[in-house]
T-cell receptor
Framework: NAGVTQTPKFQVLKTGQSMTLQCAQDMNHNSMYWYRQDPGMGLRLIYYSASEGTTDKGEVPNGYNVSRLNKREFSLRLESAAPSQTSVYFC??????????????FGPGTRLTVT | EDQVTQSPEALRLQEGESSSLNCSYTVSGLRGLFWYRQDPGKGPEFLFTLYSAGEEKEKERLKATLTKKESFLHITAPKPEDSATYLCAVPGAGGTSYGKLTFGQGTILTVHP
């Protein structure tokens, strides 16, 4: 049971390049999330998927797109990377229900540098 | 808009020196509060969920408490392995927005032997 896995662990991009960050969970969770973490800014939600087939914007969605490929996988795409997107990206998942909110489980992160 | 503020930003303790971390929040209605621990280079690890004012939860040397305006993470007789960044977060309001967590900036705890 690996929990939440992310690939790659590290990535360096040049400005304008594109890439996709991959996330998968094996806990049969219905909801998945993408966050970025910057010094002094804490964790901020980029996009989330409450259930398979749905996605919605979080606090900082500009410059990103997401795809909920199936129940297990949720990818984050940078179409044209900018230095401001240098950050550590975390994927998380949980079983969010109508009766309440349940703890989110996080992956190990992807450290992205855009030069 | 929900706001979460943690204090202090950093806390240095000697092993065995008990203390508390604070998480104050401004939300439209209390929907619960989460505490996480984050070690350097790793993702946040879930510690506690508190849902209502007056609730307390414990895990080893940690105890989390909740009031209508803030939460405290009490650390009793800490050990060096308790050194980490501690994060608190509140969920969003209504339906699928429950999952939209707003995090505080964290408290970096260092425990010296």
């Amino acid at each position: 049971n690996a929990g939440v896995t992310q690939t790659p662990k590290f990535q360096v991009l040049k400005t304008g390049q594109s890439m996709t960050l991959q996330c998968a969970q094996d806990m049969n969770h219905n909801s998945m999330y993408w966050y970025r973490q910057d010094p002094g800014m804490g964790l901020r939600l980029i996009y989330y998927s409450a259930s398979e087939g749905t996605t919605d914007k979080g606090e900082v969605p500009n410059g990103y797109n997401v795809s909920r490929l199936n129940k297990r996988e949720f990818s984050l795409r940078l179409e044209s990377a900018a230095p401001s997107q240098t950050s550590v990206y975390f994927c998380a998942s949980n079983n969010q229900g109508a009766s309440g909110n349940y703890e989110q489980y996080f992956g190990p992160g992807t450290r992205l540098t855009v030069t | 808009e929900d706001q979460v503020t943690q204090s202090p930003e950093a806390l240095r303790l000697q092993e065995g020196e008990s203390s508390s971390l604070n998480c104050s929040y401004t939300v439209s209605g209390l929907r619960g509060l989460f505490w996480y621990r984050q070690d350097p280079g790793k993702g946040p690890e879930f510690l506690f969920t508190l849902y209502s004012a007056g609730e307390e939860k414990e895990k080893e040397r940690l105890k989390a408490t909740l009031t209508k305006k803030e939460s405290f993470l009490h650390i009793t007789a800490p050990k060096p392995e308790d050194s980490a960044t501690y994060l608190c977060a509140v969920p969003g309001a209504g339906g699928t927005s429950y999952g939209k967590l707003t995090f505080g900036q964290g408290t970096i705890l260092t425990v010296h032997p």
